[in-house]
């Protein structure tokens, strides 16, 4: 289920939309991830950050999730006047309360240490007044402790919106798609088949197969069919009908 962004903690009309928009920067990776849960596009600064999206893509847990929330004032230790913003806040759809989380990188968090800690500080005091929890989140639980899971994500994230993606009053598009519906029919005969064993029940031939195996990925990319997302994607996966 999907939830406009006014609905996100609608107590606060700060959290309807991102306050801060993310411009091109000459050092780093920018950019916008269509996001088909939120039916909206989602801004980037790095990759490490598009990265992130991706797992917020795909956990089913998460209910809603906005970057570049909201702005925190603070005062740093010179005295200055300071504004930072963290890059997402997250809902979750049981008893967990909302995140508010900054990306960085190990290297950054050492090499800019001093600095971060008065932002960090500040958001911490922060959530504690909005009941929030504030959490940093790194390139090793990113990219290292979840790197089959993000793989995977984005292996079958490229399938996702393929038929979406088709002008279909300009193409050949077929109202019914039979090759579905073959793959439909026998997973209620198999329950639970490898990829694999599945196309060959299916058909010996070679072409066909190829056209099935990218027909399947789009139904395991859009929960029409199920696998173990945690363990890495081949055609020995096992999957099955919700």
């Known amino acids: ?20 928009e993310i411009t091109a920067k000459r050092f780093s990776l920018t950019g916008v991830v269509n996001s088909k849960r939120l039916k909206t596009t989602i801004q980037f600064e790095s990759s490490l950050e598009r990265d992130f999206i991706y797992l917020l893509e795909y956990d089913d847990n998460v209910k809603y999730y906005l970057e570049q929330p909201l ?39 050492i090499s800019k240490g001093a600095e971060l800690r008065e932002k960090f500080h500040a958001a911490k005091l922060f959530c504690e007044n909005k009941g929030f929890e504030f959490c940093v989140i790194t390139d090793l639980q990113i990219r290292s402790e979840r790197v089959i899971e993000l793989n995977n994500y984005k292996f079958i994230d490229r399938y996702k919106n393929f038929f979406c993606n088709i002008n279909k009053e300009d193409s050949a598009f ?36 190829a056209e099935l195996i990218f027909l399947t990925w789009y139904m395991v ?11 890495k994607l081949t055609l020995k996966s096992l999957i099955w009908l919700p």
């Open 221 to 231: 990319s859009n929960n029409f069919l199920y696998t173990n997302l945690k363990e």
């Open 71 to 109: 702005e925190i004032k603070y005062v740093d230790s010179q005295g200055n006047d300071r504004r930072y913003y963290p890059d997402f806040l997250i809902e979750y759809f049981n008893e967990q309360i909302p995140r508010l989380v900054e990306i960085k990188y190990e290297s950054t968090l």
């Open 1 to 20: 289920m999907t939830r406009d962004r006014g609905d996100l903690l609608e107590e606060d009309a700060n959290f309807s939309k991102r306050v801060r």
């Open 174 to 209: 077929p109202e019914f798609n039979t090759d579905l519906q073959l793959l439909f029919s026998e997973m209620e005969k198999q329950k639970k088949i490898t990829v694999e064993n599945l196309l060959n029940e299916i058909t010996d031939d070679k072409e066909k197969q």
